[in-house]
């Protein structure tokens, strides 16, 4: 499955999204940053939003600020901890019980965790969440997924999906540990997933994209640590991070947008694609392998203990 397919978005602006009347939106991450952004336009568009996160209290900060500045809008939580297997069974198979899902955003990840630790399953934390927990949620989503007409899975990606560290080799990082070849190594298997995810919903009612951000400092930097990598970001900020709100862009375009097609990679259009207005991007090299995705697919099955239900 290939992104090399490109549209006309040179002028698109979340102004641009249509009536998002009877969709529910499920974000992981949604109390905060590019999660929050995404849920307050779309609910601004009609859209009924529930958020997902650790923290009863945060969801319900976030929930309250969305209420105020919109006060019809239809807020729903859910909370949910991606580095546990037991937590993201236990929401999922409520939800799926409960719920028609429409847009499915797997936002929510870690970054830069200066020692290797694992999740309350003994995976390593940074793969474990950003790529081994959405996995399992987007499993056991699925029957939420298929009640909708027509629904999308967003998974986010980042721009060091592209990095040569990030080979998909090692996954819990066993022989070796680093905190940056960990976070490439999850944003790769977000597209690789998203490809073999694609191909493997061909014909259905579902399609999955992934996008990447740009850069934008929300609370992922939360893990990083030393005078020097606190300079670096301060640094940053100032010349190519944007904000939590166009970073949001991608993702919003690749949830509404009907440009948007199955398997596409999506990501700003500006220099070095850090801002701007979200377009189809190249893919990683070799992400659209069908036999490096299937080794995912067969290994985050055994990872999780999930039989992705296809």
Known sequence: MSSARHTT??????????????????????????????????????????????????????????????????????????GSLSSIQETSQRLAETETIDLLFNNAGVMNVPERRTTSDGLELTFGTNHLGHFALTAGLMPALRRSPAARIITVSAIAATWRIGRLQDLMSEQRYGAMASYAKSKRANVVFTQELARRLAGSNIEAVVVHPGSAITNLQRHSQGALSKLVIALTARTVMGSAEGAAWPSLYAATSPDVHSGQFLGPAGRDQTSGTPKAVSLPAGADDAAEGTLLWTESERLTGISFPL
């Open 9 to 82: 978005t040179a002028h698109w602006t979340p102004d641009a999204i249509t009536s998002q009347d009877g969709r529910t939106a499920l974000i992981t991450g949604g109390n905060s940053g590019i999660g929050l952004e995404t849920a307050r336009v779309l609910s601004r568009h009609g859209a009924r939003v529930i958020l997902a996160g650790r923290s009863q209290d945060k969801l319900d900060e976030a929930a309250d600020a969305l209420r105020t500045q919109q006060p019809r809008a239809d807020v729903g939580t859910a909370v949910l901890d991606l």
